[in-house]
């Protein structure tokens, strides 16, 4: 089947953030960041832990904003990237002074992995399946 898109250009130009004031919490992310990464610079993140962490303060996409941007200028914070399962890949953040993150990374992949594989997010589904059979009486 092929679906044309084109139909879809002009919805994401309105959405295009241009001409948007810059939302001022991802300042505020970037200062807790800032913090968070020299407190914690022996420690290897993935990018949605960072995010899962501070959820409580900001939204996840404002976190994800600021770790963005703070990569991108390159002077606190440093990611790799690292193969999960097939084209997936697990995006690694880490303070830049941290040298030896090597083999914290691949443990930390492993974990990731161990979660990912097909057993265990088809075993949480129907266990999820389950519990609402028995609450809703299908």
Known sequence: MNYDYDIFED???EESPEGRPRDVKIDEARASLEKFFNQQDREVFHGKQV???FEKTFFHWIT???LDEMVKEGKIIGS?????????RVKFVFNKKYRDRKLEMRDHLRVVRGYSTPPLPGDCGRQAEIMFEKCFGW
């Open 51 to 53: 995010e899962v962490l």
């Open 11 to 13: 919805l994401y130009e």
């Open 80 to 88: 790799e990237e690292m193969p999960l399962l097939g084209k997936t």
């Open 64 to 66: 994800s904003k600021a």
